[in-house]
């Protein structure tokens, strides 16, 4: 199975991992975990926002790889292209961990730029 395929996957549990050490304060409440309350400040809201656009940004990134690989791209530059976007999405989320909004953004940017790189692979490669 191609790299590209498996970074479908990573990309699909990543908007989780986002939220997830948010959730490990003794004040979360496991039985009301959308309590706005909870997540409206600081790091509990960054990592909330971070899950938000992980999941905003899966529809692109999957439909990117299903594109540039039925529509004959190169394997090679799909599968980096791929992993360069789980990769930044990584990056991007750490950022928004640390509040560093304009590395976040660059994250961000690079990371959309390499969806557009694999998406249109198939007219380059």
Known sequence: MAI???CLL????LPILAAFPAKLNKDFDNSRP?????????FR???QAAQANGFEAF???AVS??????QGGNAFWIDRLAVL?????????????????THRSMAW???FLSCIGIFTSPLWS
Request: with cysteine; hydrophobic share 55%.
């Open 4 to 6: 590209s395929i498996w």
């Open 10 to 13: 990573v990309a699909a549990i």
């Open 34 to 42: 959308r309590d706005p309350d909870y997540w409206k400040s600081g």
């Open 45 to 47: 809201a960054r990592a």
């Open 59 to 61: 529809p692109f990134f």
């Open 65 to 70: 790889v299903i594109v540039g690989i039925g």
């Open 85 to 101: 976007f789980i990769l930044l999405r990584i990056i991007y989320i750490f950022c928004y961990w640390t509040d560093r909004a």
């Open 109 to 111: 940017t690079a990371a």
